[in-house]
């Protein structure tokens, strides 16, 4: 009886937490731009909460030239910033400091 009440406690307690999960997906919308206007799409590294690193990276990015707002989704760990015409992807993704890191996607 120990037995097999020790194993189906084994059974129960291997058993993965958690259930089936759809996979994140963004719920950010992208802006529609004028046209002196840019998006940029980055892929954020470093974020490990839903809160304070979201408006972390929101504020490095900001002050980036030329950037007038930027949307952060923690979720799939990205941000999608409105910038002037002519400005440079790689010198808004620049400015985000350590531990954050990105990469432009478009």
């Known amino acids: ?14 058993l993965p937490m958690g259930g089936c999960r759809a996979p994140r997906t ?30 972390e990276v929101r504020a490095q990015l900001l002050a980036a030239p030329g950037v007038l707002s930027v949307i952060v ?9 409105v910038a002037v015409a002519g400005t440079d992807p790689t010198e808004v993704v620049a400015h985000l400091r350590p531990p954050y890191s990105g990469e432009v996607l478009n």
Not at 27 to 46: H, K, N
Not at 74 to 81: I, M, Y
């Open 1 to 14: 009886m120990r037995t097999l009440l020790a194993v189906a406690l084994l059974l129960i307690v291997s």
């Open 26 to 55: 963004s719920t950010v919308e992208r802006p529609v731009l004028a046209a002196d206007q840019v998006g940029v799409a980055i892929a954020i590294r470093g974020m490990t909460c839903p809160i304070r690193c979201p408006q």
């Open 73 to 81: 989704d923690p979720a799939d760990q990205s941000a999608f910033c």
